[in-house]
T-cell receptor, first 113, second 113 residues
Framework: AQSVTQLDSQVPVFEEAPVELRCNYS??????LFWYVQYPNQGLQLLLK??????LVKGINGFEAEFNKSQTSFHLRKPSVHISDTAEYFC???????????FGKGTRLSVIA | DGGITQSPKYLFRKEGQNVTLSCEQN?????MYWYRQDPGQGLRLIYY???????QKGDIAEGYSVSREKKESFPLTVTSAQKNPTAFYLC????????????FGPGTRLLVL
C-alpha cells in the first residue's frame, strides 16, 4: 500500500523568501501526485497535480512541483512567499487511479512579515 | 455555481447519540469520499463510493456508516460506537474512480459534549 511522508510538520519562512515543502512516497509504480492547500477551518483546494508528461508541474498562486521518479519525491516550491501563503499543505498520491488517494500528515507553512 | 456543500458547519453531539453529516454535490461526479482530519494526522479515509448504491470501507470505517441512494448525496452517520468522534470531517468528490482529482467541501466540525 502507498504511504506518503511529509518530512517537515512546520516550516517558518520570512516573507519574499523561497520555500520548499518536501514530499516522498513509498512506491515506485506509476502514480498520480497532488498538492492541496488548506486555510484554517476550510476544505482542501487543489494546488497542482502530476498525472503524466513533464516532470515540472506549475500550479496556482505561483507554486510548482517536480516529480522525481528515482527518488520517489514530489517537492513543492515557491520562489517568493507572501503572507497569504500561510496555510497547511498536503501531499497526496494514488496508484494511477486504482486506489483512493493517500494523504501525508501535512506541513504547516507560516510566513513571517 | 457548481460545488460541494456540507452542513452544518459545526455540530454538537451528546455521548451515546448518533449524528448524520450531510454532503451534497452538483458536479455530476460519480465518486464521493469521506475523510476525518485530526491535528497532526492528516486526512484519513472513512468510506468512499464509486457509484450509486455502492460503497467501500476506508482505513477507519469502524463506528461510521454511509448510504449512497442518490448520485449527488453521500451522508455520513457517526454512531455511538465511534468512541472518539470529535474531529473535522471533510467530504470530497471526483468525476470517476479513475479520475483521482478530488474536490473538497468546506467541512463539518463535530464536537462531543
Amino acid at each position: 500500500a502507498q504511504s506518503v511522508t511529509q518530512l517537515d510538520s512546520q516550516v517558518p519562512v520570512f516573507e519574499e523568501a523561497p520555500v520548499e515543502l518536501r514530499c516522498n512516497y513509498s512506491s515506485s509504480v506509476s502514480v498520480y501526485l497532488f498538492w492541496y492547500v488548506q486555510y484554517p477551518n476550510q476544505g482542501l483546494q487543489l494546488l497542482l497535480k502530476y498525472l503524466s508528461g513533464s516532470t515540472l508541474v506549475k500550479g496556482i498562486n505561483g507554486f510548482e512541483a517536480e516529480f522525481n521518479k528515482s527518488q520517489t519525491s514530489f517537492h513543492l516550491r515557491k520562489p517568493s512567499v507572501h503572507i497569504s501563503d500561510t496555510a497547511e499543505y498536503f501531499c497526496a498520491v494514488s496508484d494511477r487511479g486504482n486506489t483512493p488517494l493517500v494523504f501525508g500528515k501535512g506541513t504547516r507553512l507560516s510566513v513571517i512579515a | 455555481d457548481g460545488g460541494i456543500t456540507q452542513s452544518p458547519k459545526y455540530l454538537f453531539r451528546k455521548e451515546g447519540q448518533n449524528v448524520t453529516l450531510s454532503c451534497e454535490q452538483n458536479l455530476n461526479h460519480d465518486a464521493m469520499y469521506w475523510y476525518r482530519q485530526d491535528p497532526g494526522q492528516g486526512l484519513r479515509l472513512i468510506y468512499y463510493s464509486q457509484i450509486v448504491n455502492d460503497f467501500q470501507k476506508g482505513d477507519i470505517a469502524e463506528g461510521y456508516s454511509v448510504s449512497r441512494e442518490k448520485k449527488e448525496s453521500f451522508p455520513l452517520t457517526v454512531t455511538s460506537a465511534q468512541k472518539n468522534p470529535t474531529a473535522f470531517y471533510l467530504c470530497a468528490s471526483s468525476i470517476s474512480r479513475d479520475q483521482e482529482t478530488q474536490y473538497f467541501g468546506p467541512g463539518t466540525r463535530l464536537l462531543v459534549l
